[in-house]
């Protein structure tokens, strides 16, 4: 059966005349690739449409259980469904909407759309220039649609290990809110201004880059980390311990001119695109990153095509920061933030273990307790 049979919809959208310098902020939402993640789906960077650009994407508009696409790009084949809080809301041209048929789970179609997401860069990498999934591909793509019931019970599945995923990834945004505020309080009581360069220890010089070829000989545990992300996994570290990655080149702000960073612990290898920070005073490096995480630094940033911040210009940025004894707190909210990050690593690695065996019919997802498997994860 082709996915083109199955959908009522599939097409992308498009960008309000005068680009992203349009967008409102506030009105109805348009979901852009950067909103669109594997499984799930992130508010930051959410823009918006006023009523009169929303209803000339009217025939783009999202709706109730829609699949979301990314179809161009480095994230490209990036899927998620749509969370009811947007809706209504309309997507842009890098983006399409996935519409199931009534005899089709929307989570069931999501879930074959990551399984086979490997076929999906295969077709995007396809073309003469940038990785695109065109609607053509999409509706031609064979699927495999067993009964309305079997599909339904293993998205029951899958939905209970997400939802405990989204969970944890919500209180996690919860504890940097909180751990800003605080910071921020702080900040009223006592301030003063403060080089990077003189509270923390770039360690940048042992950076080794590994290029896809290399990384696909060494395939392994451990994080490998670019500017913006984990990138791949290889069979050796560098770096062992918690650090502060912030952007070098190419993705090193946001749209609010604030740095593009990471906050990484355990064993990691790390590539020649993101800094490395250390700790190199009383200050912590979660007391850092909050500094940073607030702090606009355009003003650092060089390149009119590849942008790109210096050691240099890092070191000599000023933070504002409060007193460190009163940072003491971090630690403990940082400490479940990471535990929580450790738990969905677990319930990640059983989903995608269980998934290929449940689309393929290996496991007989009708004699799973979705009960018992609901008590399980209630214990993570």
Do not use: M
């Given at each position: 059966m082709r996915l083109g049979d199955i959908c009522s919809k599939i097409g992308s959208g498009a960008t309000p005349r005068g680009g992203k310098e349009a967008y409102s902020a506030s009105g109805i939402p348009i979901i852009r690739s950067q909103n669109v993640l594997d499984w799930s789906f992130s508010s930051n960077g959410l823009a918006y449409l006023n009523d009169e650009q929303a209803r000339t994407l009217s025939n783009v508009e999202v709706h109730q259980g829609d699949i979301l696409l990314n179809i161009t790009g480095d994230s490209v084949a990036r899927a998620c469904i749509v969370?009811?809080?947007v809706i209504p809301a309309r997507v842009n041209q890098h983006v399409a909407i996935l519409r199931?048929?009534?005899?089709?789970?929307?989570?069931?179609?999501?879930?074959?759309?990551?399984?086979?997401?490997?076929?999906?860069?295969?077709?995007?990498?396809?073309?003469?220039?940038?990785n695109a999934l065109t609607k053509r591909m999409l509706e031609g793509l064979d699927i495999n649609l067993p009964s309305i019931d079997i599909q339904n019970h293993i998205a029951a599945l899958i939905s209970l290990i997400q939802s405990k995923i989204n969970l944890n990834i919500k209180l996690n945004g919860y504890l940097l809110e909180l751990a800003t505020t605080r910071f921020e309080?702080?900040?009223?009581?006592?301030?003063?201004?403060?080089?990077?360069?003189?509270?923390?220890?770039?360690?940048d010089s042992k950076r080794v880059p590994l290029n896809s070829r290399d990384r696909d000989a060494r395939k392994?545990?451990?994080?490998?980390?670019?500017?913006t992300s984990i990138m791949d996994y290889v069979d050796?570290?560098?770096?062992?311990?918690?650090?502060?990655?912030?952007?070098?080149?190419?993705s090193v702000i946001d749209e609010s001119g604030r740095p593009i960073l990471q906050y990484v612990w355990g064993k990691y290898w790390v590539n020649n695109h993101a800094h490395i920070l250390a700790a190199a005073s009383d200050y912590s490096l979660e007391a850092i990153y909050i500094a940073l995480q607030r702090t606009p630094i355009?003003?650092?940033?060089?390149g009119a095509v590849q942008r790109k911040i210096s050691q240099r210009n890092l070191n000599k940025l000023k933070l504002e920061m409060p007193d460190a004894k009163s940072l003491e707190y971090l630690q403990?909210?940082?400490?479940?933030?990471?535990?929580?990050c450790e738990e969905n690593r677990g319930l990640v690695s059983l989903r995608d273990a269980l998934l290929p065996k449940l689309m393929?019919?290996?496991?007989?997802?009708?004699?799973i307790d979705v009960a018992q498997l609901n008590s399980h994860l209630a214990e993570y």
């Open positions: 969370p009811s809080d199931p048929k009534e005899k089709a789970n929307a989570t069931f179609i999501l879930a074959w759309l990551q399984t086979n997401k490997d076929l999906l860069l295969k077709l995007a990498s396809s073309g003469a220039t940038r309080q702080a900040l009223f009581k006592s301030n003063r201004v403060v080089r990077l360069g003189d509270i923390v220890k770039l360690e392994g545990p451990y994080p490998y980390y670019g500017a050796d570290y560098l770096f062992d311990g918690i650090r502060v990655l912030l952007g070098e080149d190419g355009s003003h650092i940033v060089t403990d909210i940082f400490a479940a933030y990471r535990c929580n393929s019919g290996e496991i007989d997802v009708s004699k």
